[in-house]
């Protein structure tokens, strides 16, 4: 049984950081994907950032300089680091992982991943 739980998120104002946890147990796939995601009230849930098992890593173009994914094998553990937050970052994040890579397909790189596995999620404020 695949379990995801996230952590770290919280009340911050605009400028500040957050550095979210996702930690990962029972997936044994060694080709993987996990990522980011985001909903906020009355919107949509969209894609922050992936990484793939190679490391290879998407961005949104919201997001592209302020935050950062990255996972600690050992620890089966997917990390979002978020800094020069804003109000417009307020949203439930949430981590998912499944199969798949991070491929390119002209002209971009894109997820080819089956999001099979989701976190309950953490909430991330963000004040003006």
């Known amino acids: 049984q695949v379990h995801l739980v996230e952590s770290g998120g919280g009340s911050v104002q605009a400028g500040g950081s957050l550095r979210l946890s996702c930690a990962a147990s029972?997936?044994?796939?060694?080709?993987?994907?996990m990522g980011w995601f985001r909903q906020a009230p009355g919107k949509e849930r969209e894609v922050v950032a992936l990484?793939?098992?190679?490391?290879?890593?998407l961005y949104d173009d919201s997001v592209k300089g302020r935050f950062t994914v990255s996972k600690d094998n050992t620890k089966t553990t997917l990390y979002l680091q978020m800094n020069s937050l804003k109000p417009q970052d307020t949203a439930m994040y949430y981590c998912a992982t499944g199969e798949g890579a991070i491929r390119f397909s002209f002209p971009y790189w894109r997820p080819f991943c089956d999001w099979h596995y989701w976190g309950q999620g953490t909430q991330v404020t963000v004040s003006s």
């Open positions: 029972g997936y044994t796939s060694s080709r993987y994907c």
């Open positions: 990484i793939d098992s190679t490391g290879r890593t």
